[in-house]
């Protein structure tokens, strides 16, 4: 499953400890996106920021959801996590550049089916790094996966008001995709692959009007 960002995220004001997350969002959105935006309506087509967390059922650092999913304990960088997605071909090896003579900068970093163009935040990585630094002075192990989760909220929250407030949501899709592995694996051994298709979105419904953009198809001949 995954969330779209709509306006009344742009609602941030809660927070619950220290968080750079704001930051972050602030500073992708100032440097990448506002500038982007520009070239994305040359185009002719918005782009979608995909804000990978885990499921909801994941949430509990006393098992050992965060070892087998794919964030790995904490030891991968959004640039991994990135770089795996291309090589099970679920976005495009190449980049695009938005240049009129598409070549040189500005570029995005992938593409999906359908031609969407989609981004994730390399920026992530440093919440990921905060959360391992934090519990290197914890006695517990395991990757805390429902903070990592809340991170990623209000990185979200902050940049979607940033955008609206920015005046570019126009060219700029949020997704919160939560998901444990690119690949998963029923009881009866049959497996899946994540998908990502953004063909038929519908920038103006919900979740359930577009949940076939995102989902695990079988990879099972």
Request: aromatic share 10%.
């Amino acid at each position: 499953p995954f969330r779209i960002a709509k306006d009344e995220d742009a609602d941030d004001k809660k927070q619950s400890r220290e968080s750079v997350a704001r930051g972050l969002a602030d500073g992708y959105a100032f440097n990448f996106l506002e500038f982007m935006s520009v070239h994305l309506r040359a185009v002719g087509k918005p782009i979608f920021v995909l804000l990978p967390k885990m499921p909801k059922y994941h949430d509990d650092t006393n098992n050992d959801a965060a070892r087998n999913s794919w964030v790995r304990n904490g030891s991968v960088t959004i640039r991994d996590l990135i770089t795996q997605m291309k090589a099970a071909q679920i976005i495009q090896t190449e980049g695009r550049s938005l240049h009129p003579s598409e070549t040189g900068r500005p570029t995005v970093d992938s593409l999906v089916n359908g031609g969407a163009f989609i981004d994730v935040p390399t920026t992530l990585t440093v919440l990921i790094r905060g959360i391992i630094e934090d519990k290197a002075n914890d006695d517990g192990d395991d990757f805390d996966v429902a903070w990592y989760n809340q991170e990623v909220e209000l990185f979200r929250k902050r940049l979607t008001r940033t955008v609206k407030e920015g005046g570019y949501g126009d060219v700029v899709n949020i997704i919160e995709l939560e998901f444990f592995n690119l690949t998963q694996t029923d009881a009866d051994g049959n497996k899946f692959q994540l998908q990502i298709d953004f063909t038929n979105f519908n920038k103006n419904h919900g979740y359930e009007e577009n949940k076939e953009c995102a989902k695990y198809v079988s990879m099972n001949a």
